[in-house]
């Protein structure tokens, strides 16, 4: 089993920053991916970003591209998510999510089975 933790998350201004934390417990040693996702009143869930535990190698939704960071402390099994340029539309529950499996998409919700309890982020125009 893997717990996870979110925090960070708060109420900022169009154009600010916020960074989201999500701390991972448990059998940790053993996970390939970490992701990102966010869920706004009446959307479905949808993916952020991801990475891999092992590679690094990162996954980004289009709509985030070049203003969210994804990184991971693999010593503190600690991801984090740099959010810059916070538009109001960014504004959701954030959602950090784990799976040991490979060879799967990246972003989507079934591609992950262990979850944290959220995060709200508010952005304000």
């Known amino acids: 089993q893997v717990q996870l933790v979110e925090s960070g998350g708060g109420s900022v201004q169009a154009g600010g920053s916020l960074r989201l934390s999500c701390a991972a417990s448990g059998y940790t040693y053993s996970l390939e991916y970490m992701a990102w996702f966010r869920q706004a009143p009446g959307k479905e869930r949808e993916g952020v970003a991801a990475i891999s535990f092992i590679g690094g190698g990162t996954f980004y939704a289009d709509s985030v591209k070049g203003r969210f960071t994804i990184s991971r402390d693999n010593a503190k099994s600690t991801l984090y998510l740099q959010m810059n340029s916070l538009k109001p539309e960014d504004t959701a529950m954030y959602y950090c999510?784990?799976?040991?499996?490979?060879?799967?998409?990246?972003?989507?919700?079934?591609?992950?089975?262990?979850w944290g309890q959220g995060t709200q982020v508010t952005v304000s125009s």
């Open positions: 999510a784990a799976d040991f499996r490979i060879g799967l998409p990246r972003l989507l919700v079934g591609s992950y089975n262990y």
